[in-house]
């Protein structure tokens, strides 16, 4: 089942902060965020462990909440190329080689 | 520089037509994918392979089939290819180590119009 992300659209102006939010109905093991800028392949952000791990990839940062089976993305002072469409990849542990992906949320950065 | 090529961009192709899509990684990677994507449905994995000639279904596995006789090529076949699968396919691969899953590194995609 795949995640929920929410919002699904946002539209920001520079210099602004956005919270995107990943909830899943399983627990989980890790999260893993990507973003896909339009006409091309998504690329790597980053990726919580289990234990409430926070990182960060220059001012984006995020958390995980493993209680809660939730994550969430913070996009902070946003620059245009940060527009894109976010992904969150669930992935269950227990041996398991697959990522379970939300639908996204797509990010708009106006100047 | 880490490398996940498609075989073609663009593919058009008729209803019944056999499609083959190829999937290469330079990164020697255990693991390999196939995802659709379709505007508001996300990425979707249709088959996964975690060593050669393993492979398991993902999420929407029906009309597709896959194929790894070498760990760095991944075909995705449609035996006999209709209309609703018209969409977005990526390929992507990534490394497991001691039982992590780490980064999944995407190919540019193929856009697959069937007519």
């Known amino acids: 089942q795949q995640p929920v992300q929410s919002p699904q659209a946002v539209i920001l102006r520079e210099g602004e902060d956005a919270v995107i939010n990943c909830s899943s109905s399983?627990?989980?093991?890790?999260v893993h965020w990507y973003r896909q800028k339009h006409g091309e392949a998504p690329v790597f952000l980053m990726i919580?462990?289990?234990?409430?791990e926070q990182k960060g990839h220059d001012k984006i940062s995020a958390s995980f909440n493993e209680k809660k089976q939730q994550s969430s993305l913070y996009l902070t002072a946003s620059q245009l190329s940060y527009s894109g469409t976010y992904f969150c990849?669930?992935?269950?542990?227990?041996?398991?080689?697959?990522?379970?992906f939300g639908k996204g949320t797509k990010l708009s950065v106006i100047p | 520089d880490v490398k996940v090529t498609q075989s073609s961009r663009y593919l058009v192709k008729r209803t019944g037509e056999k499609v083959f899509l190829e999937c290469v990684q330079d990164?020697?990677?255990?693991?390999m994918f196939w995802y659709r994507q379709d505007p508001g449905l996300g990425l979707r994995l249709i088959y996964f392979?975690?060593?050669?000639?393993?492979?398991e279904k993902g999420d929407i596995p029906e009309g597709y089939s896959v194929s790894r006789e070498k760990k760095e090529r991944f075909s995705l076949i449609l035996e006999s290819a209709s209309t609703n699968q018209t969409s977005m396919y990526l390929c992507?691969?990534?490394?497991?180590?001691?039982?992590?899953?780490?980064?999944?590194?995407f190919g540019p995609g193929t856009r697959l119009t069937v007519t």
């Open positions: 992507a691969s990534s490394a497991t180590r001691s039982g992590k899953n780490y980064e999944q590194y």
């Open positions: 399983k627990a989980l093991y890790s």
């Open positions: 990164m020697d990677h255990e693991n």
């Open positions: 919580l462990l289990k234990g409430g």
């Open positions: 392979s975690y060593d050669v000639k393993m492979k």
């Open positions: 990849g669930t992935d269950p542990g227990a041996g398991s080689y697959q990522l379970t």
